[in-house]
T-cell receptor, first 112, second 113 residues
């Protein structure tokens, strides 16, 4: 499994953009980059994933470096409900891929 | 469909007792996964099923842990002779193949006293 490095914690003011970084320098060429988040007392929640191009959905944007060794999850306007632990996970796309390997993630605090 | 359901949400048991947790996945999802999460750590993979077949079980923590998915729908995770170290959150997830995102349930929190 590719190793990931994320900050232990980050803070953001409410309604400000948040950029959550992740380094995954050993990612394989076919692994997608998945992001999940986990709110307190909940199971993880899928946020977004991408391979090479930047991706957008209703929850967030994902910016992937050209060399794919890092990526950034962007929350455009942080709300109090975005306070959670965010996990960056390289994950294969083939039928043989099944195990999400979670690290410790980044704990995001949102200040009102 | 309201997502992945887990029952019970909380379980307190005495050391040495057996416990069983249930997971109901999203109905059209053919894959079902069990994870364990201890305080301050990310979830840890235990096992997974594709339909009724258990395709990976080497990560189950000991032979006291077993899982079933008898008809390819709901699944159960059983822990026999519980120990205090088994205290954790047990999470279930489901997916359609290996694509896209996994949907997790809210988990069962086990406390062994």
């Amino acid at each position: 499994d590719a190793k990931t490095t994320q900050p232990n914690s980050m803070e953001s003011n409410e309604e400000e953009p948040v950029h959550l970084p992740c380094n995954h320098s050993t990612i394989s060429g076919t692994d997608y980059i998945h992001w999940y988040r986990q709110l307190p007392s909940q199971g993880p929640e899928y946020v977004i994933h991408g391979l090479t191009s930047n991706v957008n959905n209703r929850m967030a944007s994902l910016a992937i470096a050209e060399d794919r060794k890092s990526s950034t999850l962007i929350l455009h306007r942080a709300t109090l409900r975005d306070a959670a632990v965010y996990y960056c996970i390289p994950f294969g796309s083939g039928a043989g891929s099944y195990q999400l390997t979670f690290g410790k993630g980044t704990k995001l605090s949102v200040i009102p | 469909d309201t997502g992945v359901s887990q029952d019970p949400r909380h379980k307190i048991t005495k050391r040495g007792q057996n416990v069983t947790f249930r997971c109901d996945p999203i109905s059209e999802h053919n894959r079902l996964y069990w994870y364990r999460q201890t305080l301050g750590q990310g979830p840890e993979f235990l096992t997974y099923f594709q339909n009724e077949a258990q395709l990976e079980k080497s990560r189950l923590l000991s032979d006291r842990f077993s899982a079933e998915r008898p008809k390819g729908s709901f699944s159960t995770l059983e822990i026999q002779r519980t120990e205090q170290g088994d205290s954790a959150m047990y999470l279930c997830a489901s997916s359609l193949g290996g694509q896209g995102g996994y949907t997790f349930g809210s988990g069962t929190r086990l406390t062994v006293v």
